[in-house]
Structure formats: structure tokens, C-alpha cells
């Protein structure tokens, strides 16, 4: 029983800045990835950015010098801090989380309900 809570969407003009932050609630799970993925009208859901429990990163290549994603284990929560925003980064923000309980066993995943950003001009 896992749930995924996202905040920080909104309205922000090109060039400009927003945070989003997630936090998960319920069973975490020591072992596991938080990320962001996101979602603009008639287009596939794709990632944006990623974090291990060990703070390994990976990022779109489209965000990649923009973006900073980073997390806080005692408080399971991620966050996306995005600067130099273009109208291309217009779109709905998941928070996802994968986790198993140890090495030996299977994986479960978690979405969160989505946020707005919305970049203007």
C-alpha cells in the first residue's frame, strides 16, 4: 500500500523556473528508483529524470543541464528542480517509484495522480 503525492505544477513563463517534490507514503522499501516522467497531449509518456536510493542519476537528454533531480530517503520524498524552462517542457508530471524489498525479489510500481506545468510563450 504505497501512495505517491506530487505538488509544485503551475504556470510559468519561458525561460523561467519551478520545483516539483513527491512524496511517497506507506511500505517504502529500502532498495528502490524515484523519478519523473511526463506527458504532453496525444504524446507517449516519457522519462524525464531518475534517482536511485544510492543517488545515481540518469536524465533525459531534452533536460539535461536544466533539470536537477534529488531525494531525501529519511523522508521518501523526490524533487525536480527545473530552470531555463522552454514551452516544450509543457506537460503532466508523474512522480513514479520502483521498489523490491531486497535483491532477491520482485519489483513493484508506483504512479502518482500527476501535476501540471504549463510553460507560456
Known amino acids: 500500500q504505497v501512495q505517491l503525492v506530487e505538488s509544485g505544477g503551475g504556470l510559468v513563463q519561458a525561460g523561467g523556473s519551478l520545483r516539483l517534490s513527491c512524496v511517497a507514503s506507506g511500505s517504502i522499501f529500502s532498495i528502490n528508483v524515484m523519478g519523473w516522467y511526463r506527458q504532453a497531449p496525444g504524446k507517449q509518456r516519457e522519462l524525464v529524470a531518475v534517482?536511485?536510493?544510492?543517488?545515481?542519476?540518469n536524465y533525459a537528454d531534452s533536460v539535461k543541464g536544466r533539470f536537477t533531480i534529488s531525494r531525501d530517503n529519511a523522508k521518501n520524498t523526490v524533487s525536480l528542480q527545473m530552470s531555463s524552462l522552454k514551452s516544450e517542457d509543457t506537460a503532466v508530471y508523474y512522480c513514479?517509484?520502483?521498489?523490491?524489498?531486497?535483491?532477491?525479489?520482485?519489483?513493484?510500481?508506483?504512479w502518482g495522480q500527476g501535476t501540471q506545468v504549463t510553460v507560456s510563450s
Open positions: 534517482i536511485t536510493s544510492g543517488g545515481s542519476t
Open positions: 513514479k517509484l520502483v521498489q523490491r524489498r531486497n535483491m532477491l525479489s520482485g519489483e513493484y510500481t508506483y
